[in-house]
């Protein structure tokens, strides 16, 4: 049994672990996240598991915050809730998340939402590939 990290401790982890940038020319793997690049980024595998079971439990919330903001035409919610999966996924090496949650941000910082209902229904199956890349090849069980 894990002890789960609440969202604060998450991001002081993330932050502590590297303050380096990471290049966004970097090559996307084929994969929804590089999980020997996030080991490495963290240094420990088990923390890593544990950093990642509350990524998810985090963004699924964040992902649902998105939708409201979307039918409620609500910009700047929905620039800050992409903002923080951007965040998040770069730091975990998630890149098709952090891209789609990149252009939800912008559209939300543009005040442009025609077209965000498809782009959140991108970020929601790149969320479920993610998870069931996650569930199979890592053995991390998500709940709900």
């Not at 990471?22 to 084929?30: C, P």
């Not at 923080?84 to 891209?99: C, R, T, V």
């Not at 442009?112 to 229904?121: I, N, P, V």
Request: charged share 25%.
């Amino acid at each position: 049994m894990h002890e789960t990290l609440h969202p604060c401790r998450l991001y002081a982890h993330l932050d502590s672990a590297d303050s380096g940038v990471l290049s966004r020319e970097r090559e996307l793997s084929s994969t929804p996240i590089d999980v020997q690049a996030g080991i490495a980024r963290i240094g420990d595998a088990e923390i890593w598991k544990e950093i990642v079971h509350d990524y998810i439990e985090v963004v699924e919330g964040l992902i649902c915050e998105i939708g409201s903001s979307i039918r409620n035409q609500d910009a700047l919610k929905l620039r800050q809730d992409a903002h923080a999966i951007k965040g998040s996924s770069l730091e975990l090496q998630a890149g098709g998340m952090a891209d789609l949650a990149a252009e939800l941000e912008m559209m939300g910082r543009e005040s442009r939402l025609d077209g965000s209902q498809e782009k959140y229904g991108q970020i929601q199956e790149e969320f479920r590939s993610l998870i069931n890349f996650l569930s199979t090849t890592e053995g991390i069980s998500v709940s709900g």
